[in-house]
Nanobody, 114 residues
Framework: VQLQASGGGSVQAGGSLRLSCAASGSIDSFNAMGWYRQAPGKQRELVSRVISGGTTNYADSVKGRFTISRDNVKNTVWLQMNSLEPEDTAVYFC?????????WGQGTLVTVSS
């Protein structure tokens, strides 16, 4: 499985971006799929994920601002990010956890200026 992430960019605080993660194969079956991020000098942290069955999880810092969704026909997961804050600045990585393997997409940079 290959994951292609896109949608990063530079915005001002309060703005919005939509990240997409397109999988080369079907995403009908997986344990979890979602997004991590890594800010300069910080550890990678889970931002949001959708678990098999449809349950979604969010980091406390993004609840109410970010929304994850998936399209099994397009084999794509999106992360809608609203009310962006400078603290959201990071490289965002999409991932797919299936069986005993974790697949990663390339990072996409999100920069939020105050």
């Amino acid at each position: 499985v290959q994951l292609q992430a896109s949608g990063g960019g530079s915005v001002q605080a309060g703005g919005s971006l939509r990240l997409s993660c397109a999988a080369s194969g079907s995403i009908d079956s997986f344990n979890a799929m979602g997004w991590y991020r890594q800010a300069p000098g910080k550890q990678r942290e889970l931002v949001s994920r959708v678990i098999s069955g449809g349950t979604t999880n969010y980091a406390d810092s993004v609840k109410g601002r970010f929304t994850i969704s998936r399209d099994n026909v397009k084999n794509t997961v999106w992360l809608q990010m609203n009310s962006l804050e400078p603290e959201d600045t990071a490289v965002y990585f999409c991932y797919l956890h299936r069986s005993n393997r974790v697949y990663w997409g390339q990072g996409t940079l999100v920069t939020v200026s105050s």
